[in-house]
C-alpha cells in the first residue's frame, strides 16, 4: 500500500504561482511513476504532469508545458508541482497518484486531492 497526502493548494490572482506537494508513505520503493491530475467543476479529470520515480523522466500536458515543473525528492518520498503563470482555467481539485507498472496506464494510488483556485 502506498498513501499519499497533497497540500499546499489556496487561492492565488491570475499571474501568480503555487507549489504543491506530495508526501508519499508506505510501500514506496515499488514505485514507477508518480503524477499530477486535475479536475475542473464539470469537467473530467484530466492528466498534467508525471515524473518516473527512478530516472526522473518527465512528460507533462501540453496546457501546462513551460508553466508547471514536476520534480521529487526520493530521499523526502515527496513530488512536487510548482506552478507558474497561473490562469483562472487552471483552477481544479489537483490529485497526486502513483502507478506500480510502466506497462499499463492504470495509477494504483491517490490522494485526496488540494483546490487551487486562480482568480481573474
Known amino acids: 500500500q502506498v498513501q499519499l497526502v497533497e497540500s499546499g493548494g489556496g487561492l492565488v490572482q491570475a499571474g501568480g504561482s503555487l507549489r504543491l506537494s506530495c508526501a508519499a508513505s508506505g510501500r514506496t520503493f515499488s514505485t514507477y511513476a508518480m503524477a499530477w491530475f486535475r479536475q475542473a467543476p464539470g469537467k473530467e479529470r484530466e492528466f498534467v504532469a508525471l515524473i518516473s520515480w527512478t530516472a526522473g523522466r518527465t512528460y507533462y500536458a501540453e496546457s501546462v508545458k513551460g508553466r508547471f515543473t514536476i520534480s521529487k525528492d526520493n530521499a523526502k518520498s515527496t513530488v512536487y508541482l510548482q506552478m507558474n503563470t497561473l490562469k483562472p482555467v487552471d483552477t481544479a481539485v489537483y490529485y497526486c497518484?502513483?502507478?506500480?507498472?510502466?506497462?499499463?496506464?492504470?495509477?494504483?494510488?491517490w490522494g485526496q486531492g488540494t483546490q487551487v483556485t486562480v482568480s481573474s
Open positions: 497518484a502513483a502507478k506500480l507498472s510502466g506497462s499499463t496506464p492504470r495509477y494504483d494510488y
